[in-house]
C-alpha cells in the first residue's frame, strides 16, 4: 500500500526487529518438550504469560513460572530468564544514524510490546531514551499490539490525525491492526530496511541521504 507521505509529521517505531536487533527466538526450538507443538513465535504472540507479562499485570518471576509451564519446556525458570535477559542483542548498526537523520524533521516516537526487563536495558544501556517525543512502552501503557484499543490509545495521546502517523513493524498483524485505526504503517526488518522505505518514500531530503 503507497505512503500518502506528504501528511506524515510523525514516524512511530516498534523497537524489537526494527531497531533492536533480537537473538533469535524468544523460545528455542530444543527446549520444548513436543516437538510437534505450535510454531513458537506464533505460540509467544498468543501467550496469555506473555500478554500478562507485557501488560504489566505480572512480573517476572510469575511470568517465568508460567512461561515454562505453558511452553512445556525443558529447562528450569532460571535457565529461560537467562537466555530472555540477554534476547536483544543490542541496536541494529544503522539506528542511530536513521534516528538522527529523521530528527529534525519529524516528531518521533516508540510503540513497543515489551516489559520491566527489557525497557531499561533499551533506553538506558542501548541509548535510545532521548531520541523520541513519545515513548509507549506495553507493561508501562497496560495495552498490546495489536489490540485496537492500544493504537487508539497511542493515537489520542499524540493527538494528531491517525493519517499523519507512519508505524513501522516487523509483524504484519500489527501494520494490519494500525491502518484498521487509520495510521499508515509499513512493515520493515531492521533499521537498514526501514530507512530505504523512509527515504523510497521521499520522506527525508536529499542532503540528509548518505
Given at each position: ?23 533469535g527466538p ?6 520444548r518438550?513436543?516437538?510437534l ?5 506464533l ?9 500478562q507479562?507485557e ?6 518471576d510469575?511470568f ?42 519529524y516528531?518521533?516516537g ?24 513519545y ?33 513501522l ?5 500489527n501494520?494490519?491492526?494500525?491502518r484498521t ?5 509499513a ?8 530507512r ?7 520522506l527525508l ?6
Open positions: 500500500m503507497p505512503l500518502e507521505s506528504e501528511k506524515i509529521t510523525v514516524l512511530l517505531f516498534d523497537l524489537g526487529g526494527v531497531l533492536v536487533e533480537l537473538n524468544p523460545v528455542r526450538p530444543e527446549w518438550a513436543n516437538e507443538s505450535t510454531d513458537s513465535w505460540h509467544w504472540m498468543s501467550s496469555q504469560a506473555v500478554r507479562f501488560s504489566g499485570e505480572i512480573g517476572p510469575c517465568a513460572t508460567r512461561l515454562v509451564d505453558e511452553f512445556d519446556l525443558l529447562i528450569s525458570e532460571k535457565e529461560f530468564m537467562r537466555h530472555f535477559v540477554n534476547w536483544l542483542a543490542g541496536l541494529y548498526e544503522d539506528t542511530q544514524s536513521l534516528l538522527k537523520a529523521v530528527r529534525p524533521y516528531q518521533l516508540v510503540f513497543s510490546n515489551t516489559n520491566e526487563i527489557h525497557w531499561p536495558r533499551m533506553m538506558d544501556e542501548m541509548r535510545l531514551a532521548g531520541y523520541f517525543d515513548y509507549f512502552a506495553s507493561f508501562e501503557i497496560g495495552l498490546l499490539k495489536p489490540d485496537k484499543i492500544a493504537f487508539e490509545y497511542v493515537i489520542r495521546q499524540i493527538d494528531v490525525p491517525a493519517d499523519e502517523i507512519l508505524f513493524d516487523d509483524n504484519q498483524k501494520i494490519d491492526a494500525a485505526c487509520g495510521m499508515q504503517a512493515q520493515v526488518k531492521g533499521a537498514v530496511e526501514a530505504k522505505l523512509i527515504e523510497a518514500s521521499g531530503p536529499r542532503s540528509s541521504k548518505r
